[in-house]
C-alpha cells in the first residue's frame, strides 16, 4: 500500500516511529533516524516550497520510502532524498515503483526537473537512477545550488516535455529512434500535402535526421530545452514505424500547446493518424493543458480531414511565410457539469 505524506499530515512522532523500524539493525550512515527525522521537518516546515514523503507499506510496515523537495519554486526544480528500502525488501522493484510514482507526482505538480545526489561508490544507487531516466549532469550536487552536499554526483530527471510510451489498440506510441526518424521522413511532406497544387511524392536524397547524434540526450536536455514533445508512432504487432507527432510552441497564458503531425504515405488512410492525435491529446490533457491546437495549411486536405474528426473549433487565420492561409483549429478540456 501507497501513502502520501504531506505537510498537512505529517506527524512527527508517527512517522519517527515507522522510520526506525524501518531502520532497525541496519548500521549504515544512510539509516540514521535523527538526521532523517531533521530533514523532514526541514523539508515540511517551509510553506513556500512544495514536499511529499512517500511510504510503501506492507503488512502493516513500512518497508521503502522516499521524499522529495522543491527546492526552487521559481525554476520549478525538485530533489529527490532518501531512497531507502529495508534489506529483506530490496531486489523486489519496490523503490524503482515508488520513485517512478513520485516523479509523477511531480509531473502533476508543474516540476521541471528532479536533481539527485549520489555519491560514486554508491553503484547501486546510479544503476537505479540511470533505469529511471535520470542522466548524469558531470557535476557535482554543490555545483547545481548552494546548500546540497559535496561529494555527490548530480543526476538530473527532466519532468516536463517528457515523451511517455501511450498505447492504442492498433498502434505503440512513444520514443522514436535515429533510424526510424530516417524511415519516417525519406519523402519530403512539403510536396505531397496539396499546398499551392503541389501533391507528388517526392524522396530526399537523404532521409531527414531531427534528433542528432544522441537519441537520449535529445528527448531529455533538447526537448526539455525547446519545451516539446516528440512521439513516433509505430503500428503493432511488429512495431513499424509509419509516423510522428510533435507538441510544442506552448501558450502558457491559455494552458495550450500545438501539435503537428506526418504519416508515412504507405500508410495513409487507415484511420491511424487520427487514433495516435486522440491518444496524444488525452495525455495532454492529463498532465495539465487544457488547450489543444492544431492548424493546416490552405490545400491539405487530408490534415483538415483529421482536424474535423476531433471536432475542433476555429481559432484563427494566418498567411504563412510562403504565402499560403494556414487554418488553426482548438479542442478544449471537456469539464463536467455537475447538476445540484
Not at 513556500?48 to 503488512?59: R, S, V
Not at 528500502?85 to 522493484?93: A, D, M, Q
Not at 509523477?104 to 521541471?112: A, I, Q, T, Y
Not at 530527471?157 to 522514436?176: A, M, Q, S
Amino acid at each position: 500500500m501507497l501513502k502520501l505524506i504531506t505537510r498537512n499530515n505529517y506527524i512527527r512522532n508517527d512517522i519517527s516511529k515507522m522510520i526506525e523500524e524501518l531502520f532497525k539493525d541496519d548500521n549504515s550512515s544512510i539509516a540514521n533516524l535523527e538526521d532523517t527525522m531533521n530533514h523532514l521537518d526541514f523539508i515540511f516546515s517551509n510553506p513556500n516550497n512544495q514536499a511529499f514523503l512517500l511510504l510503501e507499506i506492507i503488512d502493516g510496515k513500512l518497508v521503502s520510502m522516499v521524499n522529495f523537495l522543491e527546492y526552487n519554486n521559481i525554476l520549478k526544480d525538485w530533489s529527490l532524498f532518501s531512497i531507502y528500502t529495508k534489506k529483506e525488501y530490496r531486489n523486489r522493484g519496490l523503490a524503482f515503483n515508488l520513485v517512478n510514482e513520485g516523479l509523477d507526482k511531480v509531473r502533476m505538480l508543474g516540476g521541471n526537473r528532479v536533481i539527485s545526489g549520489i555519491e560514486e561508490i554508491n553503484s547501486e544507487s546510479i544503476k537505479l537512477h540511470e533505469k529511471l531516466g535520470f542522466l548524469d549532469s558531470k557535476m557535482m550536487w554543490n555545483e547545481i545550488d548552494d546548500g546540497f552536499p559535496e561529494n555527490h554526483k548530480a543526476f538530473i530527471y527532466y519532468v516536463k516535455y517528457k515523451t511517455v510510451k501511450l498505447e492504442t489498440e492498433r498502434l505503440i506510441i512513444d520514443k522514436g529512434t535515429i533510424k526510424d526518424c530516417k524511415k519516417i521522413y525519406e519523402y519530403d511532406y512539403n510536396m505531397c500535402k496539396g499546398i499551392n497544387g503541389v501533391d507528388k511524392f517526392v524522396k530526399f536524397d537523404e532521409p531527414k535526421n531531427f534528433m542528432g547524434e544522441d537519441e537520449e540526450k535529445y528527448y531529455n536536455e533538447d526537448c526539455f530545452n525547446y519545451e516539446m514533445y516528440d512521439w513516433y508512432i509505430y503500428l503493432k504487432p511488429k512495431n513499424i514505424p509509419i509516423g510522428n507527432i510533435m507538441a510544442d510552441r506552448e501558450i502558457k497564458d491559455i494552458k495550450a500547446i500545438e501539435i503537428a503531425y506526418n504519416l508515412h504515405p504507405d500508410y495513409w488512410h487507415n484511420g491511424y493518424m487520427t487514433e495516435a492525435v486522440n491518444e496524444v491529446i488525452k495525455y495532454l490533457y492529463s498532465i495539465g493543458y487544457d488547450n489543444i491546437i492544431i492548424s493546416y495549411e490552405d490545400g491539405n486536405i487530408r490534415s483538415k480531414k483529421i482536424i474535423e474528426k476531433l471536432n475542433c473549433e476555429p481559432y484563427k487565420e494566418t498567411i504563412q511565410s510562403n504565402n499560403v492561409k494556414s487554418y488553426s483549429f482548438i479542442k478544449r478540456k471537456e469539464i463536467t457539469k455537475w447538476k445540484l
